[in-house]
């Protein structure tokens, strides 16, 4: 667990939350500027899918570069196979949201290019972290509850950002049968951006619950807020 002792395991948790809370409004704000925002869900805007995998990318590598010594001797020994068989496992892990993703409502007959950039989307935000941070089979025993975790770890951290990912994905249907007639409610545009929204409140969440945790000690009321946002986390 997180504690005031243990400011390498507290500042990497934070400094990661932050870099989220910076470059995904930063990546709204400049192609909503750009009048881009309603083709979020199209292939012509995969540079903000490889945006996000950058930035997520660069994010593993830091939360990585300072661990313990036992988890640097088992980074040095990634090989190739192991990196293959990550990308077989996101591969195959897009592919089951597509098939998700259309069992809980979305057009079978069309639209497919637009429900495979919302899977991929939702596969950057959900598993990529946690497997470049974990690998492929820690990352699944995770997801599936046979192995536990913590509370304030950084894999508590990382498993309920996947959590409000899929959730804002799934609020943000809601929108889309209303009558409403605006060009943000055309499939897959609000589950889009509501899996980003949720992705960001995990981490806003995150930032605001260490910097509670850092405070309580001078204003106890503060531990009100971490009870709450606990409770909106899921621990092991």
Known sequence: MFSL???????????????????LPS????????????SVGNASSCYVLFLIFVAELMKSFYLNSNNDLQNKRKTSKTTPSDIAKATIFLIAAMFSF????????????EYHEETLMLSTVLTLLTLFPLI????????VQLLFGVRSFSRDTIIAMLVNNALLTVCGAWLGAVVIPLDWNTPWQKWPIPCYLGAIGGYLISNVLTVTKVTMMSEAAKYPIFKLGINIINRLHISK
């Open 5 to 23: 002792n243990n400011n390498v395991e507290l500042r990497r948790v934070t400094i990661s939350s932050l870099i989220t809370c910076i470059y």
């Open 132 to 139: 470049a941070h974990t690998g492929v089979e820690s990352a």
């Open 98 to 109: 597509f098939i998700g993703i259309i069992l809980f409502g979305a057009p079978v007959l």
């Open 27 to 38: 990546i709204i704000t400049v192609i909503s500027y750009k009048g881009l925002l309603y």
